[in-house]
């Protein structure tokens, strides 16, 4: 906002400059005249006032189009960055040793910038052609960067790299377009039916397929929304297998998928279509480094090496200029009749030359308040700014499913920056028009203000035909019968074109009010004597008849599933439509398709506000978030501890082992990037646990929490959740047996059903789902 006053104030002082300049330039000028006792004629005066007029017009626009010279300059300094950048493969001047090899590197060093390495040591590594190549290490070793740096989207300081052919990548965290099922993974490659079915098949995405309501054609939305976790990774992956690329490179593409899923891929992806092309994949999967034919440990201990829119159509509707005014508050109004008496006195001016020229008068007085009518749309977009934040962040969390994110920017950045910046002007010059030629015309034909009435409805016709066709407004005849009316006609072209100019920007408004009327989800705040200060005290949870669909148009994900969880046990949850129980818990969906209860600590989690109930529970995600900041905002970001604590709570989640902790600098003031990307998926899953170990809730939920960690610091971070969990009540949501196979019970979910819910010694007694799971390891 102190940027936005900013800017209108010196707008303000820009349109006081342009106004005044006549006014002035025409009391020196005629001051001049006078000294040298001449007498001031009409014809003198008037030939002098049109100079100047005509010169203040044509300077207006070189004033205008400064805001637009200094935006162009940034914008190429911006390019200019972007094409000073090198290819970082051009420091690489030796000669390949060897031809049988498809990558080498040759002491490589990496660095996300010229004075930090990524490496302590360089690496060495020749990749023959045909092979699949395995990339094991801790969390933060350097797996995912080494990655990066044969991809060239790391700084190669140091050695030589060599890659023959083309890469296909699967990354980490898969990449979704918003786009079809078919579309994702054919990829702008050409479309070969039996090639698609063959990768469809190896990748285990034939059932899921199926399962979409238009099969391959079915539209996946902005990174896979429609799809669980599983399915994004193996969409990935069938991306890369569809590839023609010579060069496979996948970061751990079997991390979130189950033991059988993950034994299928390996037999008939890895062992499979994917053979006789070089492959090196990063992993912690020990079923997939059966089929690796050399398998490289990296033991650096470092941790561096990322609904369709609606559009309205036709005119602007009345409401939104009445609710901009409401927003702006109706106190606005009365800089109508002050804009009124500026412009009149503008229009004085030359009033005032002719009657100097009769020399009646010596008196020439100049003021203008356009400043007060830029407050006024400086508080209406500052409203607005704040409803619509206030409803996004309260909409249902469907909504940013449907919605991608560069469109929400939209609306923040070139929706908003319009009613803050052009607006005002664009409105303020349609005003200035349209009373410009009232005011005059009164003041010289009185009597022909009995026509305004008619003319203005001629002029709203005009101009609602001009919106509607799009055509150019005809010009008005250029000869009339009187200089009077000739200026007044060339006014009313001005007039018009200003106020549709006004209107057109005002689609921005438009835009955002839609946002300012989004449907929010539940209520924050809790009904009365509901809650008490420590709830939920014991943490016990119930499951009543529960059924969840994340769209009223899409299958259920949790079908009419009853089970009660006692207080302090330690449940394992695996199978399809595990997450799901997480979203219900948080009250993350509620559409008429859901239905059941849950019951907290015997409280139904729909009578308590979201607010509440989600700051009452803790979850690590499965995709970890982080945010741009300091290390200890992102820890504590409502400063409710401090440093001892968090520093022991990074010690118990043993993220302050990592190399990437012990070189981060400033400690806890160090800045975190957008989404972390400065640490590894593993790290920031690391971090998610310590900002658990903090809140101290008496639920947590693990969702896939140490899927991206090996599997030695899987085990630490379970020994570590059973020392500080365990007076609470712990669900771990995971695909990995070992994972919860130690726990009090086993929730094991088919289809969104229980299939089994029992002891693990009791489910393997059984010979079931759970026992069938384990004959894969």
């Known amino acids: 906002m102190k940027w936005i006053s900013k800017l209108a104030m010196i707008s303000t002082i820009m349109y006081i400059l342009k106004d005044s300049f006549v006014p002035f330039a025409c009391l020196f000028a005629f001051g001049a005249y006078i000294y040298h006792h001449k007498m001031l004629d009409m014809t003198i005066a008037f030939v002098v006032l049109s100079f100047f007029s005509i010169l203040a017009r044509d300077s207006i626009y070189f004033i205008y189009g400064l805001p637009s010279i200094s935006n162009a300059l940034v ?70 960067s080494l990655l990066y740096g044969i991809l060239e989207e790391l700084k190669l300081t140091q050695g030589s790299l060599f890659v023959e052919g083309n890469i296909a990548y699967s990354p980490q965290q898969p990449w979704i ?51 669980s976790g599983r399915q994004k990774a193996r969409v990935s992956l069938a991306r890369a297998c569809y590839s023609t690329a010579p060069i496979i490179l996948l970061d751990d593409p079997l991390s979130a998928v189950d033991a059988s899923t993950a034994k299928y891929i390996v037999d008939y992806v890895l062992n499979g279509i994917l053979k006789g092309r070089t492959v090196i994949m990063a992993t912690h999967s020990i079923i997939s480094l059966q089929a690796c034919d050399e398998i490289y440990l990296l033991d650096t201990n470092n941790g561096g090496i990322v609904k369709q829119e609606t559009m309205e159509s036709g005119n602007i509707k009345l409401s939104h200029y009445l609710e901009y005014l409401h927003i702006a508050g109706w106190s606005t109004f009365l800089i109508i009749p002050i804009f009124i008496l500026g412009q009149g006195a503008l229009l004085m001016v030359d009033y005032w030359i002719r009657i100097w020229t009769d020399n009646k008068y010596s008196i020439s007085k100049y003021t203008y308040l356009i400043l007060f009518t830029c407050l006024a749309y400086l508080t209406s977009s500052k409203n607005m700014h704040k409803l619509m934040v206030e409803k996004v962040f309260r909409s249902p969390l469907l909504f940013f499913d449907q919605n991608p994110i560069g469109k929400l920017l939209n609306r923040y950045s070139k929706d908003q920056a319009i009613p803050d910046e052009t607006l005002p002007s664009q409105i303020k010059q349609a005003l200035e028009g349209i009373y410009a030629s009232i005011v005059l015309i009164g003041i010289l034909i009185p009597w022909f203000l009995l026509t305004i009435p008619l003319a203005l409805a001629i002029l709203i016709y005009v101009r609602q035909q001009y919106i509607s066709t799009g055509s150019a407004l005809k010009r008005l005849d250029a000869i009339s019968q009187s200089p009077i009316f000739a200026h007044f006609t060339e006014t009313l072209q001005i007039a018009i074109k200003w106020t549709v100019e006004a209107e057109s920007v005002f689609v921005s408004v438009e835009r955002i009010l839609e946002y300012c009327h989004l449907s929010t989800e539940a209520t924050n705040k809790s009904e009365p004597r509901i809650l008490s200060s420590n709830w939920p005290a014991a943490g016990s949870i119930e499951f009543i008849n529960s059924t969840l669909a994340y769209r009223e148009d899409l299958p259920a994900v949790l079908n009419n599933i009853s089970f009660k ?114 640490f590894s998926v593993g790290e920031r899953q690391l971090l998610c646990l310590a900002r658990s170990l903090l809140r101290k809730s008496k639920i947590l939920i693990m969702d896939e929490a140490t899927a991206a960690v090996d599997n030695d610091t899987d085990q630490i971070i379970q020994a570590t959740i059973r020392a500080s969990f365990q007076d609470c009540t712990v669900l771990t949501v995971a695909h990995r047996i070992q994972t919860i196979i130690d726990n009090d019970r086993v929730l094991v979910m088919e289809a969104g059903r229980i299939a089994e819910f029992d002891t693990p010694k009791n489910l393997l007694k059984l010979t079931g789902k759970l026992y069938s799971i384990l004959l894969w390891f």
């Not at 950048?85 to 040759?106: D, G, V, Y």
């Open 75 to 144: 914008a190429v300094e911006r390019l200019q960055k972007v094409l000073d950048l090198t290819n970082s493969l051009q420091t690489s001047k030796s000669k390949k040793t060897s031809n049988i090899f498809a990558i080498e590197l040759l002491d490589c060093n990496f660095a996300r910038n010229i004075s930090k390495s990524i490496n302590p040591k360089p690496i060495h590594m020749q990749i023959q052609r045909g092979i699949l190549a395995g990339l094991i290490g801790k969390v933060g070793s350097g797996k995912s």
């Open 177 to 227: 377009l918003n786009d079809t099922m078919r579309n994702n993974i054919v990829f702008g490659s050409i479309f070969d039916n039996k090639r698609y079915d063959n990768v469809v098949a190896a990748c285990a995405l034939n059932h899921d397929i199926s399962m979409l309501p238009n099969g391959s054609d079915t539209e996946i939305g902005e990174r896979g929304v429609n799809l």
């Open 565 to 678: 969880i006692f207080p302090l046990e330690k449940i394992g949850i695996t199978g399809a439509g595990k997450s799901s129980l997480a979203a219900a818990m948080f009250r993350m969906v509620e559409n008429m398709a859901c239905s059941g209860t849950i019951l907290v600590d015997d409280i139904d989690i729909k009578t308590i506000g979201l607010d509440e109930l989600r700051q009452r529970l803790s979850i690590i995600p499965q995709d970890p978030v982080l945010f741009s900041g300091t290390l200890r905002f992102n820890m504590d970001p409502f400063g409710k501890n401090d440093d001892r604590e968090i520093h022991e709570a990074l010690t118990r989640a043993h993220f302050s082992s990592t190399q990437s902790y012990k070189n981060f600098d400033n400690g806890l003031d160090g800045q975190i990037t957008s989404s972390g990307t400065n």
